[in-house]
């Protein structure tokens, strides 16, 4: 399972990027790439134009069973990464079916494991059913080993990642499973579920830094969440960076566009200006030692979305988050080339201009 001569051969070619910005750290989510089809001249190509934009970290999308089927293709990005001076970032996708990441996909965890799963208030499992399926609970100690497990097969195949992320965390919901019964009583508060989800992404980074403490934990939520939801996140210990992922405009422009057809936030208030940037900077900021974070998100844009993306991305950037995260390449856009040509040269602008 080693891609060591990958990796070998990529020392050899490392060289630095071009001159980051200084405060605030670009990644690029590169995330559902090159699914089990990894072309290295397409990897090369696209992390050549990463590290022109100033990238630092590639973020990249990996399924529990990649870590058995799809290694080498992990270790070719890593270390094309690497040949020009940016880090790896895992996002963990879809393990247990309690995060999110790419692609749309159940967890085999889940799956194999019905004995871990989330009931809601009308008795069912199905629970996300364009998406993971059914979720295990924080509340199944198996569900909790099943991280740690992954976690460590992770970093012994890929001891080079900087980190990993906690993307739109699914367990902060009511659980009505024995298990979580058994732990919160009967008709538990729902801040009380919050809480145990709370508690147990808390659990999982308390363990991934006694074991690797120089690796980045790091997690985000969407901006359009509740106030009890955020309050939790925001609670989760060990994080280095916490933030949100929201469309890169105003909440004028998404009302506007709530009837143009666009799916996945748009027309619900998950946008990044209009305060709710600032507000996410504030709160981990709040927390000694914790920065801040952002995903711009600029997938399932419509054609009359770029327009807005374009017309704010620099106000987004502006804000200067901590760490600012861009899709590269995303899915379900029209016009996709126009909005890559659009967003690498305001990041180009940024850096320069900073």
Request: proline letters at 4%.
């Amino acid at each position: 399972m080693s891609g060591g001569s990958l990796l070998t051969s990529a020392e050899t070619l490392q060289k630095p990027a071009k001159t980051k910005v200084a405060g605030t750290r670009l990644a690029a989510y590169y995330i559902g790439a090159n699914v089990y089809t990894c072309v290295p001249r397409h990897v090369r190509s696209d992390m050549e134009w990463m590290a022109d934009k100033g990238t630092h970290y590639v973020c990249t999308s990996i399924l529990e069973q990649d870590l058995f089927a799809s290694y080498e293709n992990l270790a070719l990005i890593v270390a094309e990464a690497s040949r020009v001076g940016m880090q790896v970032l895992a996002v963990p996708s879809r393990w247990g079916g309690l995060t999110a990441g790419a692609p749309k996909v159940p967890s085999l965890f889940s799956v194999l494991n019905p004995q871990t799963w989330i009931v809601n208030d009308n008795g069912s499992t199905r629970l996300m059913t364009k998406a993971t399926g059914a979720i295990s609970s924080v509340h199944s100690p198996e569900t909790f080993q099943f991280f740690c497990d992954t976690l460590s097969e992770m970093y012994r195949q890929l001891p080079q990642l900087a980190g990993f992320i906690i993307d739109e965390p699914k367990c902060f919901i009511v659980d009505r499973s024995k298990m979580a019964t058994a732990a919160l009583g009967e008709n538990a508060p729902v801040i009380a579920h919050y809480a145990a989800a709370r508690d147990f992404f808390s659990r999982v980074c308390a363990f991934a830094k006694e074991r690797w403490s120089d690796k980045l934990t790091v997690m985000f939520q969407q901006a359009h969440l509740s106030a009890d939801e955020l309050a939790a996140g925001s609670g989760v210990q060990h994080l280095d960076f916490y933030g949100a992922d929201g469309r890169p405009w105003t909440l004028e422009d998404d009302a506007r566009m709530a009837n143009s057809g666009g799916d996945e936030g748009n027309g619900r208030g998950k946008v990044l200006l209009s305060g709710k940037g600032e507000a996410f900077i504030k709160s981990a900021h709040a927390v000694e030692g914790r920065r801040s974070f952002f995903l711009a998100e600029n997938h399932n844009l419509k054609a009359n979305m770029i327009e807005p993306l374009e017309r704010n991305y620099a106000r987004v950037l502006a804000l200067r988050p901590d760490l600012f995260t861009y899709y590269y390449y995303p899915r379900n856009v029209e016009g996709v080339d126009r909005v890559m040509d659009i967003i690498g040269r305001k990041l180009t602008s940024f850096a320069q201009s900073s």
